[in-house]
């Protein structure tokens, strides 16, 4: 475990270098405004193009990886749109954090995966990403659409991570080649998107707006932390993953929840602040769960 954690350092120092640049020096708040505005509408939307225009989709070799992770974030937005009907709960509250629950952090996903498995790791989550990022963010969307009246498919058709995720497939299936200067150009800018991404989730950094509803808190990170990876270890082993997809199935559903929660909440008329919270506390949470979830993996499957 110490030595995943050791391999995981890097990107979690990001982390706390985002927190300390904004806190610490002139470069505050409305600095990482505008970095995050730049990360979710630009960089972030070019990785993910290229990513998925570069990697084999295999079909056949990946079905069952490609289903783990689907049916992962489908069990994580049935488990938090349940909590709506619990009595007590704050309908704002939980429309704004449901989709803490089941989106991911694609930049610490991407990170990870390059470091543990490289490229054919990066590769599968690439896939994951490409599959996954339309479901989260219908789900993401449609709980605060219908909360606040907003109309969903105008909101799914401005998403630029699914306008990527969507480009990025058809080219792929299409089998187009881009030119060498426009690959390498594109490549350029998505490789800012990790480090700026991961410094954001930093600076971003907030817990005050927990105490509004501390249950409904720990009740949205207990499916993201707990039972997300509890359900993708289980289906790499019912689904009989080879170990390879297995284990990237397990990191995908570990990931602490996505930067990008707080900015879409904002957006769209949720509570920002109490979000900014659950991605706080969902970042931190990662750092201890995901070394965890890699040991339970190496001693199940005698690594």
């Known amino acids: ?3 995943t954690a050791l391999l995981l350092l890097p990107d979690f120092l990001l982390i706390v270098a985002g927190w ?3 806190h610490r020096t002139a470069l505050n708040r409305p600095v990482w405004d505008s970095v995050e505005r730049l990360v979710y509408w630009l960089l972030f939307p070019v990785l993910l193009f290229v990513s998925i225009v570069r990697s084999p989709l295999a079909p ?11 049916l992962t974030v489908l069990a994580g937005i049935a488990l938090a749109t349940a909590l709506r009907w619990l009595p007590g709960i704050d309908p704002k509250l939980q429309a704004s954090g449901a989709q803490v629950a089941f989106r991911f952090n694609s930049y610490v996903a991407l990170a ?5 498995g490289g490229a054919q790791a990066l590769a599968w989550v690439a896939l994951l990403i490409a599959l996954c990022v339309p479901v989260c963010n219908i789900g993401a969307v449609w709980c605060l659409a219908r909360h606040g ?16 995720t969507v480009a990025g ?11 060498t200067p426009v690959a390498t150009t594109l490549t350029r800018i998505g490789a ?18 927990l105490r509004k509803a501390p249950g409904l808190a720990a009740a949205l990170l207990s499916i993201r932390h707990a039972l997300l990876p509890a359900v993708g270890l289980g289906l790499g082993l019912l689904l009989g993953l080879p170990t390879g997809q297995a284990q990237v199935l397990l990191l995908f559903a570990a990931m602490p929840t996505a930067s990008s929660c707080f900015v879409l ?8 602040p109490y979000v900014a919270g659950l991605v706080t506390a969902s970042t931190l949470l990662g750092m201890i769960g995901l070394p965890l979830a890699l040991a339970a993996f190496q001693a199940l499957h005698g690594g």
């Open 149 to 164: 009246g907003h109309r969903i498919g105008a909101e799914l058709i401005r998403n630029p991570l699914i306008l990527a």
């Open 1 to 3: 475990m110490l030595d």
């Open 192 to 209: 800012a998107a990790l480090p700026l991404g991961l410094m954001a989730v930093g600076a971003g950094l907030q817990f005050g707006g």
């Open 20 to 22: 300390t640049i904004c």
């Open 60 to 70: 056949a070799a990946t079905a069952g990886l490609a289903a783990g992770g689907v």
């Open 169 to 179: 497939l058809a080219c792929n299936l299409a089998g187009l080649q881009l030119p």
């Open 265 to 272: 909440a904002a957006r769209m008329g949720g509570d920002g």
């Open 112 to 116: 990870l995966a390059e470091r543990l």
